[in-house]
Nanobody, 122 residues
Framework: QVQLVESGGGLVQAGGSLRLSCAAS????????MGWFRQAPGKEREYVAG???????SYADSVKGRFTISRDNAKNTVYLQMNSLRAEDTAVYYC????????????????WGQGTQVTVSS
């Protein structure tokens, strides 16, 4: 079992930045594929970004060029740096982990955090 704890959410003005963190409880963290997803009110949970154990990353088209995912295996932590935030980025952001593949499909992920709220005011 892996526990994931997100932090770093909050209220920010459009055009601003936030950095989300996700700390994992497992020492096997370095072997996990990590993902960030988000869910806005009334919408399905959607993929934001993912990173493999080697550092290979992928992004949803809506955040390419604005968000950056990274990981620090020594700290069992994955980050999401969010720049040039827009009102439409407002959502609860979730960290997720799996040991199968770097994937945009939320069903691939076995472990989920509780989420952190990001609100962007326009």
């Amino acid at each position: 079992q892996v526990q994931l704890v997100e932090s770093g959410g909050g209220l920010v003005q459009a055009g601003g930045s936030l950095r989300l963190s996700c700390a994992a409880s497992s020492s096997a963290f370095r072997s996990f594929y990590m993902g960030w997803f988000r869910q806005a009110p009334g919408k399905e949970r959607e993929y934001v970004a993912g990173i493999g154990w080697s550092g290979r990353s992928s992004y949803a088209d809506s955040v390419k060029g604005r968000f950056t995912i990274s990981r620090d295996n020594a700290k069992n932590t994955v980050y999401l740096q969010m720049n040039s935030l827009r009102a439409e980025d407002t959502a609860v952001y979730y960290c997720a982990a799996n040991n199968k593949a770097l994937s945009m499909d939320r069903d691939v992920y076995d472990f989920w955090g509780q989420g952190t709220q990001v609100t962007v005011s326009s």
